[in-house]
DNA sequence: GTACAACACACTGTATACAACGCGGGAGTG
DNA sequence: CACTCCCGCGTTGTATACAGTGTGTTGTAC
């Protein structure tokens, strides 16, 4: 691993959990020093972070943790709305659905029997990760992976409201219910009324921490 | 402009006129040398042009031309049709849609009176400049500004076949109309219609040329 | 006292020099 | 004759030194 990627791993993770909030002013010598590379694979890690719109460059003035403005949320799941409910429709015409009749039984089992939150959102990155390859599209999955970081960033905000945890259970089996039935349409609405849930407790979370 | 920026667009333009063939190897110190730049800055070129999948970077090998395989073609249109299916329902949704019925119009005219190939790509640029400013979601305009680099590249392949042009005038007007009637669906079906019949094309012109 | 200008500092943008890795060619051995 | 190992070259990855620009502060003039 370059260290160009150790930059860019250290750094988003310092900002997906608020050690560098929004609005940060990133200066290069110092940061490169802290993190114990040089000035030009800092700057490529910069970069790419920008790329995922973790931080943002002002020519001339530097890096900054990008904001994450109540509009930023709402573009933010607009962009998801439109690459996921067209994954879901993709995953529902695809040949292979297995992954999802064993998603549905989990996240079944998981309504009856809760347990820990950690287990919750590895169950929901391996319905990411089933999609992204269920889908089978480069350029959606990364496209769909671009958004990951922002919303890990919004999920350590929300992570203090378990009651919406358990809701989303319901909408998630939906959705494989959806997917596993070969209903692209429905697997399409159920995602936007999964999204729509989502952002307003999101907005919530964020109007309450403000 | 920076340096950095400068080798980016030289690079770009020389990708998408196909004077740099897909599969390339991009020498870096020979490249700076042509493009009167340093390294440097074109490292950072080279990683923007990766991000806009224009160049694909292989770690330790260097960077190359991205390929525009038949399947690469069919994956880039599924992206645009997640993208522009979802910008023409938020079009139509918008409260002011009169640039869609200025450019409907123009198109009606241009149906009735053809001019040349470069005043009609104009207009269709126009119309994406409408989308994306009638959207007004950043992280929507941006990949669809990202996919645009790619979709030049094609263009340059089906310059040679006018016949397809007439018909997209009808499809653009069909798009146009229904966003000016709000009719979000029809909008989105006209949208996914064109695209069935732009890929068609497109792969036609491709299994041609190859 | 305030406003404008000039200077100095610090930071980003760029260039170049160095190091490390990978690849290809050639020689040697089985 | 073929396969393998090793050496040399070229290329990318990284570090550092330099230049240019923007900003902040301070001093002076009104």
Redo the contacts between chains.
Sequence with gaps: M?QSDRAHELLRAEIVEWALPPGTHLNEVQLAERLGVSR?PL??AL??LA?E?LVRIT?GRGAFVSELSLSDVR??F??R???E???AR?CARAQDRGAFTSLLTDFLAWAGEPRSDDEYYALIARMDSAVRSTAS????GE?LRGLQGQLARLRHLARRTPARLASTVDEHAAICQAIVDGDEDRAALAVSAHLENSLRNTVNVLVMSS
């Design positions: 370059s030009t700057r490529a970069q790419r790329q719109n020519p573009h933010l607009q962009m709305e439109a690459l409910t067209y994954s993709l599209n480069p350029y959606l496209a």
